[in-house]
């Protein structure tokens, strides 16, 4: 369900970003990447990998480095006090990471801030 309605948002956003918008004096705003992780945010649980791996991809079709990032802190702070989630969740998007030029924010010193 929640893969779902966040595969919507990306597919909306990467066809909108194809899309011309001749002929039209003001395009609808179109959703993107944040609007799915707002609802992900929304719901009480840290979402799969293979979700945040969906993610990352339409962050990066769309050349969103910083949305990236941000929906890998939201993942760290939807782990809460359990902390063995956020390093197997990073451990199983380690490929995708490195595939994508992806950094996560314990890399970037966000960490510290």
């Known amino acids: ?14 066809a909108a970003s194809r899309a011309s918008s001749r002929g039209l004096l003001h395009p ?3 959703p993107g990447p944040a609007a799915g992780m707002n609802t992900l945010v929304g719901y009480d649980l840290v ?3 293979k979700i945040i791996d969906a993610a990352l991809r339409a962050c990066r079709r769309l050349n969103d480095f910083a949305s990236a ?3 890998l802190e939201v993942v760290k702070d939807k782990a809460g006090p359990h ?3 956020y390093p197997y969740v990073i451990q199983e998007l380690r ?11 314990e890399e970037l010193g966000l960490d510290k801030v």
């Open 1 to 14: 369900m929640l893969g779902t309605a966040f595969r919507r948002c990306a597919v909306a956003a990467a």
């Open 28 to 30: 609808a705003p179109v």
């Open 47 to 49: 979402p799969e990998p």
């Open 69 to 71: 990032v941000r929906i």
């Open 83 to 85: 902390k063995e989630i």
């Open 95 to 105: 490929p995708t990471l490195n595939e994508l030029g992806i950094s996560t924010p």
